[in-house]
């Protein structure tokens, strides 16, 4: 069995480059968008067998264990549907000239290399390893971010740019000083690097020096989590890449992030001298929380908004973690993926919106429900959603939050009370305006793809009312390893 | 390890960090640049240094290619761009140099009361390798916030990876050293073209990032 489920972490690794490759060489955009579709798809499949084979034994290198089962699975899903919109989005662009059949290669052999580096991100054991996978994943969306070539894009790309090395800069110095807390204890080499090695011996690590690089590693892989103050890159990055991208970065790349902060959070917690993580991350999930509620009062461009509030979520996400115990951990991992879904099928709805208005001004979208039913009434159920509304999946996550905190730590519920109402408040206001009333722009029929985003609405619709059992105790085991 | 090895290695150490701080007042792009490629002969040196002394050959190959690549292809390539561009005349600093200075100094001492008082068990030679690499790294975020000029800013970041690298190179065995060198060199490949194919394809009136940020944000 061993070697038939190493082949499943293998196709998780294998498809999305060989697949890159071929995508590279075709020259016809339409069977390039397929092919970007199957090879999707088949990297779901793999990824959704790791569920039920037996699992690999941890190597020096590639690692699966419960916890990152939930984020693969997640990953490779939404990186399906996403790649489903993204045909029929890219359809409509090469029609209006935004895009040539050329810039298509480039995008699709683009999706599928970030697709293997996120995806090498999750799999992989040694903490080296991991930070060279989360900056290809980081490289190759910012060059698609950039395709557009315009003034805007290009200044959000390299914004991305910036920001983004100096996070992942600052993430390395942290990893180093990982090392060199590991290397008096588990000997000079790779095993020094190794995650299940290190997470065994973590108690007799220098805790000062695990101290600092916990922080080095908080503001370097925060700065790609989108936490405030260390946010500026995300909203240009959402607002001018192609809205395929805005759903992934938001949905995917974002819990790469968090993921790698989960792990060494981890680290830091099994060494009992070492200072407790979660009030730092407390502190900076409230912040952006906060910070992202107030600023998505004055928004006028629509996937400018909706980036904002991904950076409100990654914040109660991050505080959730933060908070840590059985229930909060909980919480927060019901919560990210209630987020991953929500906010990929917002974005598949505002991606076609945005082309058949031809705008992405909020001012000048109005009565969608009227307009274009089925994509209005989907954004109004996406942001119904996002606000954290019952009985949608994201109001049980943001009452779970709520309610732990309030029994552990109720003066902090409040802040955390204050921004959820906040956020909640700006979000009915921009929609009222954008879905009803009075049609305001182009009337024409859209060609969108309603699959991959009602698929999702439904799931997040379904797990605010049931929940599976199977799940529940799934989630409840990996928040119990999360302490 | 006895006295001169030990010697070697701190003075080329800290000479990284007295080129750090040249390239705080320069106000010449080509200048900067040179100062650049100083940064990078002196970090290949140091690395070969930590190679011969820990006995770990595989680093010879990161002193190499900062040697190469950063001393001489990434510098040689700048001058070429900036002449293209015609933006050779001077660095716009949104700081004064006496600030600058004073804050550097700032960080130097930040980074040594930190780093000395949180590792006192470590080898004696890795943590102060280790105070040094985290002065480059803040002297490096420091240029980046000075400048508003896009080439600058690039140099900035690399003299910032070049302070990761003497890191790295100081924590002994440390694994994939060679590969992040690589990973790196190749982030930085793609930063300068991009600087290059910006300019050339899209006509920007200049690298200015200031004028970049006319084009910011909320288009109304």
């Known amino acids: 069995?061993?070697?038939?489920?190493?082949?499943?972490?293998?196709?998780?690794?294998?498809?999305?480059?060989?697949?890159?490759?071929?995508?590279?060489?075709?020259?016809n955009y339409r069977v390039t968008a397929r092919l970007n579709v199957v090879a999707s798809f088949l990297t779901m499949l793999a990824a959704l067998s790791l569920l039920v084979i037996d699992r690999p034994l941890p190597g020096q290198y590639l690692l699966v264990d419960d916890l990152n089962i939930v984020f693969i699975v997640l990953n490779t899903f939404v990186g399906f549907t996403t790649s489903v919109f993204s045909a029929s989005y890219i359809a409509h662009e090469l029609d209006t000239g935004r895009l040539t059949a050329t810039n298509l290669r480039f995008y699709h052999a683009m999706y599928q290399i970030m697709m293997f580096g996120m995806n090498l991100a999750f799999v992989s054991n040694n903490i080296g390893l991991m930070w060279v996978a989360v900056e290809l994943a980081t490289l190759t969306t910012v060059l698609m971010v950039g395709i557009y070539r315009t003034h805007e894009a290009l200044e959000a790309a390299w914004k991305y740019f910036?920001?983004?090395?100096?996070?992942?800069?600052?993430?390395?110095?942290?990893?180093?000083?990982?090392y060199m807390a590991a290397q008096p204890v588990v000997g000079e080499g790779t095993n020094a690097m190794v995650w299940t090695v290190l997470i065994q011996q973590a108690a007799r690590f220098d805790p000062a020096l695990l101290n600092v690089a916990f922080v080095f590693l908080l503001l370097g892989y925060g700065t790609k989590v989108g936490l405030a103050p260390l946010h500026a890159w995300l909203p240009d990055a959402h607002a001018e890449g192609p809205t395929p991208i805005s759903a992934v970065l938001s949905g995917l790349l974002l819990n790469v992030a968090l993921y790698a902060v989960l792990r060494f959070k981890l680290l830091l917690a099994a060494s009992p001298q070492a200072i407790p993580p979660g009030p730092l991350m407390v502190t900076m999930g409230l912040t952006s929380l906060i910070f992202a509620a107030f600023m998505l009062y004055r928004r006028r461009d629509i996937k400018r908004l909706f980036a904002y509030s991904s950076i409100e979520h990654m914040g109660i996400i991050v505080f959730a973690f933060g908070m840590g115990g059985p229930l909060a951990n909980f919480a927060g991992l019901l919560h990210m993926v209630m987020h991953s879904l929500t906010k990929s099928a917002i974005f598949f709805a505002v991606g076609h919106i945005a082309q058949v208005k031809g705008t992405q001004k909020i001012a000048d979208i109005k009565g969608l429900t009227e307009t274009h039913p089925g994509l209005g009434w989907a954004l109004v159920i996406g942001v119904v959603a996002i606000a954290g509304l019952p009985p949608l999946g994201i109001f049980m996550s943001e009452f779970l939050v709520v309610s732990s905190t309030f029994a552990r730590q109720p003066l902090l519920a409040i802040p955390l009370v204050f921004g959820l109402l906040l956020a909640f408040g700006a979000l009915l206001f921009r929609l009222t305006g954008v879905a009803f009333g009075e049609p305001h722009g182009s009337t024409a029929p859209v060609e969108a793809s309603y699959v991959p985003l009602y698929s999702h609405l439904a799931l997040v619709f379904a797990a605010g009312i049931y929940l599976p059992p199977p799940l529940v105790t799934w989630f409840q085991h990996v928040a119990a390893i999360l302490g | 390890m006895n006295g001169l090895t030990f010697d070697i290695a701190h003075l080329l150490a800290g000479g990284l960090v007295l080129v750090s701080f040249m390239m705080l007042y320069q106000d010449r792009l080509f200048a900067l640049i040179n100062v650049f490629a100083l940064h990078a002969v002196v970090l290949a040196l140091s690395v070969a240094w930590q190679a011969y002394i820990q006995d770990a050959h595989h680093l010879y190959v990161t002193a190499a290619i900062a040697l190469v690549f950063k001393a001489i292809v990434i510098p040689v390539g700048l001058h070429r761009i900036i002449q293209r561009l015609g933006i050779h005349r001077d660095i716009e600093t949104a700081v004064g140099i006496g600030p600058t200075m004073l804050a550097g100094i700032g960080l130097v001492t930040l980074s040594m009361v930190l780093m000395l008082r949180v590792t006192p068990e470590a080898d004696p030679l890795a943590r102060e390798d280790l105070a040094f690499a985290l002065s480059i790294i803040l002297l490096g975020l420091l240029v980046m916030v000075t400048r508003r000029n896009a080439v600058s800013q690039v140099v900035g970041f690399m003299s910032l990876e070049n302070g990761l690298v003497l890191a790295a190179t100081g924590a002994k065995g440390m694994p994939l050293v060679v590969e992040i060198s690589v990973a790196f060199s190749i982030l930085i490949a793609f930063i300068v073209i991009g600087v290059f194919l910006f300019r050339i394809r899209e006509r920007f009136d200049s690298v200015d990032v200031g004028a970049l940020d006319d084009y910011r944000g909320e288009r109304r």
Do not use: E, Q, R, Y
């Open chain 1, 1 to 27: 069995m061993t070697t038939f489920s190493f082949d499943a972490v293998a196709a998780i690794l294998l498809i999305p480059p060989s697949a890159a490759a071929l995508m590279a060489a075709l020259p």
């Open chain 1, 162 to 178: 910036i920001l983004g090395s100096v996070g992942i800069a600052l993430a390395l110095f942290g990893t180093i000083l990982v």
